[in-house]
T-cell receptor
Framework: DVKVTQSSRYLVKRTGEKVFLECVQD?????MFWYRQDPGLGLRLIYF???????EKGDIPEGYSVSREKKERFSLILESASTNQTSMYLC???????????FGEGSRLTVL | DQQVKQNSPSLSVQEGRISILNCDYT??????FLWYKKYPAEGPTFLIS?????DKNEDGRFTVFLNKSAKHLSLHIVPSQPGDSAVYFC???????????FGTGTRLKVLA
């Protein structure tokens, strides 16, 4: 089974802090994604990466950056956290050949 | 503009009856559709998918129907069980992209 592991399940940060969310997958998938989930808004794509060091903006990239230095790892960075970034963050990965994404358990971020 | 819509935020069904969750889309380029199930504080898990070359796909108690002319898909769960209580997201993708567009989700409650 595919395993997508997110480093932190729950985080509490202060406004202005830098936040790192880490995601690791163990299935050699080429593609990795960061989504955020908010009530009534569903899952919205922040960034995705289709290869090492390659990234593309999703629908809501403002306030976020990403890093993919190794194939198995995709990091989401909030340079200066704000209260409107309080959310559930979900990492996913998929192979190029099979159109099914597998998700991690999520990271619940609260920014005070 | 919301390309994938789930117009019913919630649905309650008696145990043993059929649950029907609906999803509409606007982009005619979408050619692959997926349903995910999400429990609170967990990541979404893949449930079932359908390619646009089919109009039905079945997996146990779960069946997905696709009506391309109406740009509509539905998920049928028969018989519904209390463990099916969760939020269900539909997602769409198209050839040439590896990302997914998600709907806003429908919260299903199966009453014992």
């Amino acid at each position: 089974d595919v395993k997508v592991t997110q480093s932190s399940r729950y985080l509490v940060k202060r406004t202005g802090e830098k936040v790192f969310l880490e995601c690791v997958q163990d299935m050699d998938h080429e593609n990795m994604f960061w989504y955020r989930q908010d009530p009534g808004l569903g899952l919205r794509l922040i960034y995705f990466s289709y290869d090492v060091k390659m990234k593309e903006k999703g629908d809501i990239p403002e306030g976020y950056s990403v890093s993919r230095e190794k194939k198995e790892r995709f990091s989401l960075i909030l340079e200066s956290a704000s209260t409107n970034q309080t959310s559930m963050y979900l990492c996913a990965s998929r192979s190029t050949g099979r159109p099914v994404a597998f998700f991690g358990e999520g990271s619940r971020l609260t920014v005070l | 503009d919301q390309q994938v819509k789930q117009n019913s935020p919630s649905l309650s069904v008696q145990e043993g009856r059929i649950s029907i969750l609906n999803c509409d889309y606007t982009n005619s380029m979408f050619d692959y559709f997926l349903w995910y199930k999400k429990y609170p504080a967990e990541g979404p898990t893949f449930l079932i998918s359908i390619s646009s070359i089919k109009d039905k796909n079945e997996d146990g108690r779960f069946t997905v129907f696709l009506n391309k002319s109406a740009k509509h898909l539905s998920l049928h769960i028969v018989p519904s069980q209390p463990g099916d209580s969760a939020v269900y997201f539909c997602a769409a993708s198209y050839t040439g992209t590896y990302k997914y567009i998600f709907g806003t989700g429908t919260r299903l409650k199966v009453l014992a």
